[in-house]
C-alpha cells in the first residue's frame, strides 16, 4: 500500500506541473536522441576540423584540410558523381513511380490494399539482401548473361555489375516503395471532379495531366523526390555491391576513411558534407512545399 | 478515368513494376534450392544449402546476437518511442514544433553518418565495441519509427473514451493504463514488430559500432558476399526475407484493424 500513496504523491506533484509532465514522459526520448544522435553528430563535426593523428588517431589541432582536400579532382569527382546517380535516381523513380502511383490509386478498393502492401513489404526488408539479389542477376556468370547467352544473343559476357549503370539500377529497385508510397497518398486525395471539369473545358488527357493533375500532386512529387534523393546521396551498400572501387560515391568515401585508409577526421569531413547536403535538401524541400504540412505528406 | 481495364498500358506498365519489385527476390529464393554451385543453369531441388546453414557455428553464433540485440532494442525503443508518441498528442509545450523536427532527423540522416559519429562518439568516451553499442544505435534509429506508428493510431483514437475515465473519477495514471493502452495495442505491436525487422536487418549503422565477436546476421552475409556469390548466402538471405515478410504482414495486419 505504500507504493500507492508515493504513487499518489508523485502524480500530485506532477498533476500540479503540466510541462514537468510532459516533460517526464518525454525525457526517456529527449535523453536517447540527445546523447546517442545529436551528441555524436556534434562529436563528428569537431574531428573534421582536426588534424589526422598516427595510427588513425587524431591531434587535437585545428584544420580546415580536411575540407579543403575537396578541391583535389579526385574527390571532386566523387561528388560530382554522388549528385549525378542520386539526381538520375530520383528522375527515373518519378517517371516510373507516377504512373504506377497513379494506377494503384485508381484500382479497385480491395485489389488497392494489396497493391500498396505489396509496395511497403520491400520498404521495410533488407535493403542489403536485396541489391545481393541483382548481384545474382549482373554479375558476369549470372542470370542475365547466361539468359542472354542461351538465347544466342551473346557469345561473351557483357559486364554489367561494378558500373555506374549497375548502381543506378540497384538504386531505382532499393526506393521505388519511397518514391511510390508518398506519390500515391497525393494522387489518391485527388478530387477527379476537377479532371472531370478540365476535360469538360476541352483540355486533351496530356494539358490536362499538366495542369491540372501535376499541380494537384506537387506535393507528393515533392516529397517522393526528398525520400529518393536524400537516401540516395548517402547510399554505401548499393554502391560497393554493385559499382565497386571504380564508381565510388559519398557514401564509399566515407567507408573507406573509417575502414582501411584510417583518416578520421577526413571521414567525418566527407560525413559532414554528407549531412550538409541532405539538410539543405530537406530545408529547400520545407520551404519550397510549405511547413509543417509538407512533414506529414513525408511520413 | 478510364485507367481500370486490364487491357490499358498503365495497368502493363504497373504490372511490369510489381514484376521488377520482386523479380530479383524470386531469383534468390529460387537459387537458393538449386543443386548447382556455380552455373545458373537449374539442376535440381536441394536443401543442401540450408542444412550446411545451421551446421555452420559461426551463422548460429550472428543468428544469436542478431536476435539478442532485435529484441532488446525493440523493447526499449518500443516503450520509448510509445511514452513520446502519448506525450506529443497529450500536452502541449514550447518547443514542441523543434523537437517533432529533431525527431524526424534520425529518419533523414544516412545511415553511414549515424554510423560513423555513434563510433566516434563511443570511441572518445571509451566505450568498447559491442553488442551493447549495437542495441544503443538500433533503439536510437528505431524511436522515431515508433513514434510515428502509435502517433497515427493515437490520431485515430476515440478521445472521448479518455474523458469519461477521468470524468468518473480514474486519475491521469489508470486512464493511460486501463483505457490509452488497451486501445492503442495493435498500432503498439505493430510498431514493436517493425523495430523488430529495422533492428534485425540493420546493416550500415551495424557495420560500424559492431565490435570483434558482435556479428550479426547482415553482417555476416556482407562479409560472406565479399568472398564471392555462393549458394549458402542465397539460403541465409532467403530465410531473413521469409522472417522480415512474415513480420510486416501480421504488423500491416495489425495497423489495419479499426481502433
Redo the contacts between chains.
Keep these: 500500500m505504500e507504493n500507492t500513496g508515493l504513487r499518489k504523491r508523485i502524480l500530485k506533484f506532477f498533476n500540479r506541473h503540466e510541462n514537468l509532465r510532459s516533460f517526464g514522459v518525454l525525457s526517456p526520448c529527449i535523453f536517447w536522441i540527445g546523447i546517442f544522435f545529436l551528441l555524436p553528430l556534434l562529436f563528428m563535426a569537431t574531428y573534421s576540423f582536426l588534424e589526422r593523428g598516427l595510427y588513425g588517431g587524431v591531434n587535437w589541432l585545428f584544420t580546415w584540410e580536411n575540407y579543403t582536400r575537396f578541391v583535389d579532382p579526385l574527390y571532386l569527382k566523387i561528388l560530382l558523381r554522388t549528385f549525378r546517380i542520386s539526381f538520375l535516381t530520383t528522375v527515373i523513380l518519378l517517371i516510373v513511380g507516377y504512373p504506377m502511383a497513379y494506377r494503384i490509386a485508381r484500382a479497385d478498393k480491395r485489389w488497392r490494399n494489396i497493391l500498396l502492401f505489396l509496395v511497403i513489404l520491400p520498404f521495410w526488408t533488407s535493403d542489403l539482401i536485396r541489391t545481393y539479389a541483382w548481384m545474382l542477376i549482373l554479375r558476369d556468370t549470372g542470370l542475365l548473361n547466361g539468359l542472354l547467352k542461351y538465347l544466342h544473343i551473346i557469345r561473351e559476357p557483357l559486364s554489367l555489375l561494378y558500373t555506374e549503370g549497375a548502381i543506378l539500377l540497384g538504386l531505382a529497385y532499393v526506393y521505388l516503395p519511397f518514391m511510390v508510397l508518398p506519390l500515391y497518398a497525393s494522387i489518391e486525395k485527388l478530387d477527379t471532379s476537377l479532371l472531370e471539369a478540365a476535360e469538360d473545358l476541352g483540355a486533351t488527357p496530356f494539358w490536362r495531366f499538366l495542369k491540372v493533375t501535376v499541380p494537384l500532386t506537387k506535393s507528393g512529387i515533392l516529397a517522393g523526390s526528398l525520400l529518393v534523393f536524400i537516401p540516395s546521396v548517402g547510399v554505401f551498400v548499393v554502391s560497393d555491391l554493385l559499382g565497386g572501387a571504380k564508381a565510388m560515391m559519398i557514401g564509399n568515401l566515407v567507408q573507406l576513411q573509417f575502414g582501411p585508409a584510417r583518416n578520421w577526421p577526413f571521414g567525418s569531413a566527407a560525413s559532414f558534407i554528407l549531412m550538409t547536403i541532405v539538410l539543405l535538401a530537406v530545408f529547400g524541400y520545407l520551404k519550397f512545399a510549405g511547413g509543417k504540412e509538407a512533414l506529414e505528406e513525408v511520413r | ?1 478510364k ?2 481495364g486490364f487491357f490499358q498500358p ?2 502493363w ?2 504490372g511490369a ?2 514484376l ?3 523479380l ?2 524470386c ?2 529464393v529460387a ?1 537458393s534450392f538449386n543443386t548447382s554451385r ?4 537449374w539442376r535440381g531441388f536441394t536443401w543442401e544449402w540450408y542444412i550446411k546453414l545451421i551446421q555452420d557455428p559461426l551463422v548460429l553464433d550472428a543468428l544469436k546476437n542478431s536476435l539478442i540485440v532485435a529484441v532488446v532494442a525493440m523493447i526499449l525503443s518500443t ?3 510509445t ?2 508518441a ?3 498528442y ?2 502541449r ?1 514550447r518547443g514542441k ?1 523543434v ?8 529518419i ?7 554510423g ?6 563511443f570511441v ?1 568516451i571509451h566505450v568498447n565495441l559491442g553488442l551493447k553499442t549495437i542495441i ?2 538500433h ?2 534509429f528505431d ?1 522515431p519509427f515508433v ?2 506508428i502509435v502517433r497515427a493510431r493515437l490520431q485515430g483514437m476515440d478521445r472521448t473514451l479518455e474523458e469519461a475515465a477521468m470524468d468518473l473519477g480514474a ?3 489508470t486512464t493511460f493504463f486501463k483505457v490509452t493502452i488497451p486501445q492503442l495495442l495493435p498500432g503498439i505491436i505493430a510498431a514493436a514488430l ?1 523495430a523488430f ?2 533492428s534485425f ?1 540493420d ?2 549503422i551495424t557495420f ?1 559500432v559492431a565490435g570483434v565477436g558482435s556479428t550479426t546476421l ?1 553482417l555476416k ?2 562479409s560472406m ?1 565479399r568472398l564471392g ?1 555462393s549458394p549458402k ?2 539460403a541465409l ?1 532467403a530465410l ?2 521469409s522472417v ?2 512474415i513480420l ?2 501480421i504488423a ?1 495486419r495489425l495497423q ?1 484493424k479499426s481502433v
Excluded at chain 2, 523537437?99 to 534520425?106: Q, R, T
Design positions: 478515368m485507367v481500370r498503365l495497368t506498365f504497373t513494376c510489381y521488377f519489385l520482386y530479383p527476390i531469383v534468390l537459387f556455380f552455373s545458373v543453369v516503450i520509448i518511442g511514452l513520446t502519448y506525450g506529443l497529450r500536452y509545450f514544433t523537437f517533432d523536427g529533431i525527431l524526424f532527423l534520425p533523414v540522416t544516412p545511415e553511414i553518418v549515424v560513423i559519429s555513434l563510433v566516434i562518439f572518445l544503443i544505435a533503439v536510437a524511436i513514434m510515428l486519475d491521469e495514471w517493425l525487422t529495422l536487418d546493416f550500415v560500424f547482415p552475409i556482407y558476399v556469390v548466402i542465397n538471405s531473413i526475407v522480415s515478410i510486416i504482414t500491416d489495419r
